[in-house]
């Protein structure tokens, strides 16, 4: 006969934590066609509540895998309030997921934290690297790098580690698509401010395979850049999308157009404007393989 404080564990099992949205949805849905048991922590009805501590420790219980994509938008204006809310919806919850690990009798096997590639600086001569790159200023590289500070301070020492500093993803059905593919099916889809600001993105598929790369890779941990090896202009990226649907001709946005619109539709230009140069060396040196290396194979998925 069994001992019968004997503790069952599910097999395999994937908390995701705020994933609610493009990334996060389409990361539950991978994984729940691979079998593993999905348990969602998110302030929406029907989830995990940030408030139940009791809960969250249950449900990473035995957890072969904790993604945490917990962050307010930070498409707003960064005013007082906005900075606040930004700032704690991203160390508060990567916290409470520190201090939930610790409680854990058999923690999770591999927590991943998702980071920003906006924490290097306004990149215009090199690809920023995570060996080689450097850390810029300003307001979203202090949020960034409080975000990561928090996650490397969470005492879980057998729990591997890692963070994805995501670039911008790409996909069917969410994300920047949306607006983009809005400008460009209303003649907008021309160069923003001076074009030269590079583009740094990853297809959503890649980002998924990351996920599950990492979560083989059990030698591996620390910080990943997670962006494709190309990296395009902003000419380039917007020529290369209007192709992807057949508009030859999309309308230029200078800057100061552009500064005058986050004023009225409530946003920061420096989404747009600031150049991001990010490479992914790290994945490439341990043998990650991208199903969408180039921009151009991926908006003609995405297009399709």
């Known amino acids: 006969m069994g001992d019968p404080n004997h503790l069952s564990l599910p097999s395999r099992k994937i908390v995701l934590a705020g994933a609610t949205g493009f990334i996060g949805e389409a990361l539950r849905e991978r994984y729940r066609q691979n079998g593993y048991e999905t348990l969602m922590i998110s302030r929406r009805p029907g989830h995990i509540s940030w408030n139940d501590k009791a809960a969250i420790t249950e449900a990473l219980n035995g957890a072969d895998l904790l993604v945490n994509l917990a962050g307010r938008s930070v498409n707003c204006r960064y005013n007082e309030q906005n900075r606040r809310e930004i700032m704690e919806s991203r160390t508060t919850t990567t916290k409470t997921l520190g201090d939930a690990i610790a409680d854990c009798p058999h923690p999770p096997k591999l927590w991943i934290n998702s980071g920003t590639a906006t924490i290097y600086r306004d990149a215009r001569d ?136 986050a004023v009225v539709i409530r946003t920061e230009t420096e989404l747009i404007l600031k150049s991001r140069w990010v490479a992914p060396e790290r994945l490439l040196r341990e043998g990650f393989e991208f199903r969408y290396p180039r921009l151009r194979e991926a908006m003609a998925e995405i297009a399709r």
Request: charged share 25%; hydrophobic share 40%; proline share 5%.
């Open 126 to 261: 090199r690809p920023m690297t995570e060996e080689q790159g450097e850390l810029g200023s300003g307001f979203s590289v202090e949020v960034a790098k409080a975000w990561e500070e928090t996650f490397f301070a969470a005492h879980t020492p057998f729990t591997r580690k890692a963070v994805l500093r995501i670039a911008i993803a790409l996909g069917r059905g969410g994300g920047v698509m949306t607006p983009y593919f809005n400008l460009i099916r209303f003649g907008l889809g021309g160069k923003q401010g001076p074009g030269s600001q590079r583009f740094s993105w990853v297809h959503i598929d890649d980002l998924c395979r990351m996920v599950e790369f990492l979560e083989k890779r059990t030698d591996l941990s620390g910080v990943f850049n997670a962006s494709a090896p190309e990296q395009v202009t902003n000419a380039e990226q917007m020529r290369t999308m209007r192709e992807a649907y057949g508009r030859r001709f999309g309308l230029p946005a200078p800057s100061w157009m552009l500064k005058t619109g």
